[in-house]
């Protein structure tokens, strides 16, 4: 079956680091653009981060720039965000999900063919 499993939530203080991972299975990553997303309480789902196939593009929104870095291991089928400084503005459910097409500087849900089911970064001292 096709799934996408991400992993490396948890609680971290703020200014702490945490690295989500996101694994395929049944499927290979290497022909589609990876997407992160995440989705706080309250807030609509917001886009985070894009990696191209080939993990030389990248993509970030502004809320998130110079502190994540999204790299991509297709020997793995896994991608990965690195999440440094966090802040309790990070705090939300982070999903990833795959993209036929090429990274675009946008994330738009209805573009993505796959979803995990996500995983919980809470930041808070």
């Known amino acids: 079956q096709v799934q996408l499993v991400e992993s490396g939530g948890g609680l971290v203080q703020p200014g702490g680091s945490l690295t989500l991972s996101c694994t395929a299975s049944?499927?290979?990553?290497?022909?589609?653009?990876i997407n992160w997303f995440r989705q706080a309480p309250g807030k609509e789902r917001e886009g985070v981060s894009c990696i191209s196939t080939s993990g030389r593009a990248t993509y970030y929104a502004d809320s998130v720039k110079d502190r994540f870095t999204i790299s991509r291991d297709n020997a793995k089928n896994t991608v990965y965000l690195q999440m440094n400084s966090l802040k309790p503005e990070d705090t939300a459910v982070y999903y990833c999900a795959t993209d036929r097409r090429p990274c675009q500087g946008n994330w738009r849900r209805g573009d993505m063919d796959y979803w995990g089911k996500g995983t919980l970064v809470t930041v808070s001292s």
């Open positions: 049944g499927f290979t990553l290497d022909k589609y653009a």
